[in-house]
């Protein structure tokens, strides 16, 4: 490994070491780190620490405003049109928890009789709005994500009116046009609503835990790190799952990190601590250290999951599997 790997290595440790401090408790975006390699081969490098003000930084910055643009050029948009019987947002802005780097989760019900024409022409509905740079897009799906110049993202969903039932994910929206009151009323109706894990989900829950550790042994001895890490990730995912269902709160999709970390998490700080100290390189060591040091959580909230919703813990079973590779 060259110098300028061995420097970024250590300042990646050493920041992780930091996070684990009171005092590193700022967030790690505070700073942007960029290498600078002056020529090639024997000519060095030089790593840089840019601060705040940055081309990019100051770019973020402005984030909010362009996001506001696009906001009205949307409703200017849609609410006009007599085929769209709602326009809402769900996300950050149902929440009101947006931040520099919030996207927009538009919401549009519309009329049953032009709904296939109005899914047909999401990303040309989507060019009304702004100036797109590219989309993410399946021509079968009932959305599509456009990425605009200003760097804000729109995810926008297209509904027909019995689409529209209540559900932990709707008691929170951002109603923009609902002349019919039909997304007033799956409001209410989603407010008493609470997240109970059923059996299955607790059952489906632990043997994928037990498939990614299993899986992440396998990939390890075949010096499929990357593979190894990938499951790793679905170890903490797995955990993250735990917790939540122990709290009530509906768990993201599988796979969907956002808001487990920073300042919007549901997490504690002793949960989020030990995200942190669950982060590992390429060494096979570590690796395994990591998925021997989560078992003991693995562990404990299972045992709490199946008392707390009637599941047989068989914890003599939970340790045959475990001890596979551990």
């Keep these: ?122 990303k040309q509905r989507a060019s009304n709005w702004g100036n797109v740079l590219y989309f993410e897009d399946f021509h079968w799906a009932n959305y599509s994500t456009a990425h605009y110049r200003s760097f804000i993202k729109v995810d926008s969903f297209y509904y027909k009116k019995v689409d529209m039932k209540p559900s932990i994910w709707t008691q929170k929206l951002k109603i923009v046009h609902d002349p019919t009151g039909l997304i007033h009323d799956v409001v209410t109706e989603s407010a008493d609503l609470t997240y109970r894990p059923s059996v299955q989900e607790i059952e489906h829950w632990r043997t994928k835990f037990f498939a990614y550790l299993h899986e992440a042994y396998r990939r390890v001895m075949r010096n499929e790190i990357y593979y190894a890490l990938h499951n790793i990730d679905n170890l903490r995912l ?30 504690n700080e002793r949960q989020l601590s030990l995200l942190i100290q669950w982060q590992c390189n390429r060494e096979q060591e570590e690796i395994f250290n990591v998925m021997k040091n989560i078992i003991p959580e693995f562990i404990q909230i299972h045992k709490k999951l199946c008392e707390q919703y009637g599941v047989d813990e068989n914890i003599e079973w939970v340790k045959e599997i475990i001890d596979l590779v551990m």
């Excluded at 490994?1 to 990646?12: A, D, K, P």
């Excluded at 770019?59 to 006009?80: F, S, T």
């Design 238 to 267: 797995s955990m993250i799952t735990g917790w939540y269902m122990e709290a009530g709160i509906q768990p993201n999709a599988f796979g969907d990190w956002a808001k487990l970390e920073g300042d919007r998490s549901k997490l």
């Design 1 to 122: 490994m060259g110098s300028i790997e061995h420097l970024y290595c250590s300042m990646v440790a050493n920041a992780s070491i930091a996070l684990k401090t009171t005092i590193y408790k700022k967030r790690i975006n505070e700073f942007h780190f960029r290498i600078l390699i002056k020529g090639r081969r024997n000519e060095g490098a030089v790593l840089e620490c840019v601060g705040l003000e940055t081309k990019i930084r100051k770019r973020d910055v402005g984030l909010p405003k362009h996001r506001q643009e696009l906001l009205e050029a949307i409703e200017l948009d849609l609410i006009n049109d007599e085929n769209v019987l709602a326009v809402f947002y769900g996300g950050s802005i149902g929440n009101e928890e947006t931040d520099l780097y919030s996207d927009i989760d538009l919401r549009i019900v519309v009329k049953e009789e032009v709904y296939e024409e109005y899914r047909l022409n999401k």
